[in-house]
């Protein structure tokens, strides 16, 4: 059955470096998504993607933060400074078919980020 | 703002009893919701998907619910086993989002013993 990868599980980075989390959608979905669960808190929705453009993101998505799908199979999350506030599970899911953006939406096993 | 709230917080059944989990949100201007299960330190995995315009859907042993107007959703479990253990979510897309921006409850965490 197709599933939606994430790479890698585990990344530890220091307070301000730039990370990169990645992410392969289900083969023929077109919407991507980025969501993030910090412990013990409410899974939140940070940015949907389609077409190469951002579609809708919330008010945590700030400037630094991106998205990219740089290439027919990979969609990336870039944190350009990390803060100690960042650590948490992020998650990528992805939707398609007839549906679209308004379809079920399918979840990676996420990225554990701790930021020291 | 659409708030997502689940109750209870956690539940402990024993094995083989029906249960229910209650979902209820603040704005009733839902698309559909889609209910999840998420075990520890892992990913969501989607249960079911139910349309705005559904009462009810069913995939095996669960039924899921939606009652728009009176802002509410229930999981129902049939003859519930250990490994039904998890947390359950519940997230209900708005129509206003056409982004398919998700806004989940804080879980269920059910914990059903042998």
């Known amino acids: 059955e197709p599933e939606v990868t994430q790479t890698p599980s585990h990344q530890v980075t220091q307070m301000g470096q730039e990370v990169i989390l990645r992410c392969v959608p289900i083969?023929?979905?077109?919407?991507f998504y980025w969501y993030r669960q910090i412990l013990g808190q409410k899974v939140e929705f940070l940015v949907s993607?389609?077409?190469?453009?951002?579609?809708?993101k919330s008010e945590i998505f700030d400037d630094q933060f991106s998205v990219e799908r740089p290439d027919g199979s990979n969609f990336t999350l870039k944190i350009r400074s990390t803060k100690l506030e960042d650590s948490a599970m992020y998650f990528c899911?992805?939707?398609?078919?007839?549906?679209?953006?308004?379809?079920?939406?399918?979840f990676g096993p996420g990225t554990r980020l701790t930021v020291t | 703002k659409q708030e997502v709230t689940q109750i209870p917080a956690a539940l402990s059944v024993p094995e083989g009893e029906n249960l229910v989990l209650n979902c209820s949100f603040t704005?009733?201007?839902?698309?559909?919701l889609q209910w999840f299960r998420q075990d520890p330190g892992k990913g969501l995995t989607s249960l079911l998907l139910?349309?705005?315009?559904?009462r009810e859907q069913t995939s095996g042993r669960l039924n899921a619910s939606l009652d728009k107007s009176s802002g509410r959703s229930t999981l129902y479990i049939a003859a519930s086993q250990p490994g039904d253990s998890a947390t359950y979510l519940c997230?209900?897309?708005?129509?206003?989002?056409?982004?398919?921006?998700?806004?989940f409850g804080q879980g269920t965490e059910l914990s059903v013993k042998p």
């Open positions: 704005d009733s201007a839902i698309y559909n």
């Open positions: 997230a209900v897309r708005l129509i206003y989002n056409q982004g398919g921006k998700l806004i």
């Open positions: 083969s023929n979905h077109l919407y």
């Open positions: 899911a992805s939707s398609g078919g007839g549906t679209g953006a308004l379809g079920e939406q399918y």
């Open positions: 139910i349309q705005s315009s559904q």
């Open positions: 993607f389609y077409n190469n453009e951002i579609s809708e």
